[in-house]
């Protein structure tokens, strides 16, 4: 069965940190680009950042650039999403997600929110 399992959301303060995680299970996570979107309120799911199967390479949204990080562990199956700087604007859910890349399978995970608030 096929899963991603994010965790590591919870209330922090602006200024402060956050490391979320995402647990892959059921497929071979070495074949996947993983990204990390986050949807606040009332807006639209958005891309927060990307990288490619082998960590080679990473993107980011111009909102986070410089105060977060991506990172992977395929051995681990896992990604995460290191989160420094944090704003109140960061307050939203967490989704992990996985494109394999070559063919069409992608995957969702069910979220963990995260909020900055004083």
């Not at 990288?51 to 395929?74: H, L, M, P, Q």
């Not at 944090?86 to 859910?93: G, N, P, W």
């Not at 890349?101 to 909020?115: A, E, F, H, R």
């Amino acid at each position: 069965q096929v899963q991603l399992v994010e965790s590591g959301g919870g209330l922090v303060q602006p200024g402060g940190s956050l490391r979320l995680s995402c647990a892959a299970s059921g497929f071979t996570l070495s074949n996947y680009r993983m990204s990390w979107y986050r949807q606040a309120p009332g807006k639209e799911r958005e891309l927060v950042a990307t990288i490619t199967s082998t960590g080679g390479s990473t993107d980011y949204a111009d909102t986070v650039k410089g105060r977060f990080t991506i990172s992977r562990d395929n051995a681990k199956n896992t990604v995460y999403l290191q989160m420094n700087g944090l704003k109140s604007e960061d307050t939203a859910v967490y989704y992990c997600n996985a494109q394999h890349t070559m063919w069409s399978y992608n995957y969702w995970g069910q979220g963990t929110p995260v909020t900055v608030s004083s």
